[in-house]
């Protein structure tokens, strides 16, 4: 089950996932599980699921929730796919594909709820990471912002959400995208290191087929409070909190 270079993490409520040093979860993927909030989804995709998590945390949390995870790297895939099995989770199906050729694998208008921890910086911008692996997680290499929103609207149900986190210099290109696509932005919330700090994260909701307008942003999300973790990242964290990375 296990292979070399890889090591089973706790995500709480007996729930555990294989990652490796390549492949392994961060504080925003935590954060954008938790802000997305499949508890009360009929059915859900994670876009760009990696080796799982997010799509893991909500089968832990709602264990009734039709959910797919949709990653373009095969090595990913199979660590997802092998996390599934290690937990004999039978709610996730895993879908080794190019989010920008879903058609006929998975049905458009249908799901509840499109989550996406994109790539945080646009191709042609800033320097490339020479291994394959870190490129395609931290440029749109091989998809762009358009790309995902346009996946999201296609997958959603109308009046489904899509949730995203960025960096705080995309959320121009963001907005503007999602409303290209049909989604209006509706909830967004800043993550900072500590007060005194910029942020250095942003989540973001989107409705598909909202009306224009009423975005609702939220208090700002500390993640360092006195020199700890603040009190709502404990809580986010709870008896997963030992899985944690930088």
Same mark, same amino acid.
């Given at each position: 089950m296990i292979k070399a270079n890889e090591r089973i993490e706790p995500l709480g409520s007996g729930i555990s996932m294989i990652v490796s040093d390549m492949f392994h979860f961060s504080t925003d993927t935590i954060l954008l599980a938790d802000f997305a909030g499949a508890d009360k989804a009929k059915r859900a995709v994670d876009l760009g699921a990696g080796c799982g998590t997010i799509p893991l945390l909500w089968a832990r949390d709602n264990k009734t929730c039709e959910i797919a995870a949709v990653e373009i790297q095969s090595e990913c895939c199979d660590m997802a796919s092998r996390s599934v099995r290690m937990n004999n989770i039978d709610n996730?199906?895993?879908?080794?594909?190019d989010l920008k050729e879903l058609k006929g694998r998975l049905s458009f208008?249908?799901?509840? #709820?499109?989550?996406?921890? @994109? +790539?945080? $910086? +646009?191709?042609?911008t800033g320097i490339k990471n020479p291994d394959c692996e870190k490129l395609l997680a931290r440029h !749109? !290499?091989?998809?762009?912002?358009?790309?995902?929103?346009l996946a999201a609207k296609n997958l959603l149900r109308f009046g489904g959400?899509?949730? #995203?986190? /960025?960096r705080p210099e995309r959320l121009t290109d963001i907005l503007c995208s999602m409303r290209k696509n049909d989604l209006e932005p509706k909830r967004l919330r800043f993550v900072? /290191?500590? $007060?005194? $700090? @910029?942020p250095k994260l942003f989540l973001v909701e989107g409705r598909r087929g909202g009306k224009p307008g009423g975005l609702i942003v939220s208090d700002t999300l500390y993640i360092e409070e006195n020199g700890d973790w603040s009190d709502e990242m404990k809580k986010i964290y709870g008896s997963y909190k030992e899985g944690y990375y930088e």
């Open positions: 996730i199906t895993v879908h080794n594909a208008g249908y799901y509840d #709820l499109v989550s996406c921890n @994109p +790539p945080y $910086k +646009p191709d042609g !749109e !290499e091989s998809c762009t912002i358009d790309d995902i929103t959400r899509f949730c #995203l986190c /960025q900072q /290191q500590r $007060k005194g $700090k @910029p």
